[in-house]
């Protein structure tokens, strides 16, 4: 049974979050997907964002019905990354949406329970996305990032430039690692999406602290 059955249920749970991990197999060297959702899931995160672009469908909704089923036991948020089908048929709490994806008017008209989140690159980007009815944006890339190998990247006073245009949550995201949270967190950015940077060797420590770093 999931937690959250309304999207303020949902909204009141995210602007809550913290460190935001974004799993996907392609950036976890060593680590099966699954066993890393547990441990970030140990680490104490209420969220989490299942990013497989090379999946087809059917096999992609079998996984992400498992996220679905452990975020659910954890009372984490489960966020699935550009398909709004599949996050409609897994019973997710939102969907992220790319620029590519399906627009959000669309989106809204089609799932307005779920939390809808947009990617955006500039403050144009950032106030189309409000406009348009985003429920929180993602921000980035801050620094360079294998996943995002040709953006350019933002840097700290940019970031600071674009949260400054929106009145929604933000989520910042790109080359983040442990050693930048505080001067993010000097600049207002406190829900930090993370893909390379959640890798260590105790994962579950690492991500307690990871999250002490952002809340301190």
């Known amino acids: 049974m999931n937690f959250f059955f309304t999207k303020t249920q949902r909204m009141n749970k995210f602007r809550k ?39 087809p469908a059917a ?12 975020t659910t036991r954890a009372g984490a948020l489960l966020i699935i ?14 969907v992220h949406l790319g620029n590519s994806d399906l627009p959000l008017p669309a989106a809204k ?3 307005p329970g779920l939390i809808l989140g947009k ?11 409000c406009n348009e009815g985003a429920d929180y944006i993602n921000i980035g890339p801050v620094f ?3 996943t995002k190998p040709f953006a350019e990247t933002l840097g700290l006073e940019k970031v600071k430039e674009i949260s ?25 950015a406190k829900k930090i999406a993370m893909i390379s940077g959640l890798s260590a060797t105790d994962i579950p420590e690492h991500i ?9």
């Open 17 to 55: 979050i913290d460190l935001y991990p974004v799993l996907t197999q392609e950036f976890l060297p060593g680590i099966k997907l699954l066993d890393m959702l547990a441990a970030v899931l140990a680490g104490g995160v209420s969220i989490v964002q299942l990013r497989e672009k090379q999946l």
């Open 59 to 70: 096999g992609l909704l079998d996984l992400a019905c498992v996220f679905r089923k452990l």
């Open 81 to 94: 990354n550009d398909r709004i089908d599949i996050a409609l048929a897994c019973k997710a709490d939102g």
């Open 109 to 111: 008209k089609i799932a």
């Open 119 to 129: 990617s955006t690159h500039n403050t144009a980007e950032a106030r189309a996305a």
């Open 144 to 146: 360079s990032t294998a």
């Open 164 to 188: 400054a245009a929106v009145n929604i949550p933000y989520t910042v995201m790109g080359g983040i690692k442990a050693e930048h949270l505080g001067a993010l967190a000097g600049i207002g």
């Open 208 to 216: 307690r602290t990871l999250r002490s770093r952002i809340n301190s």
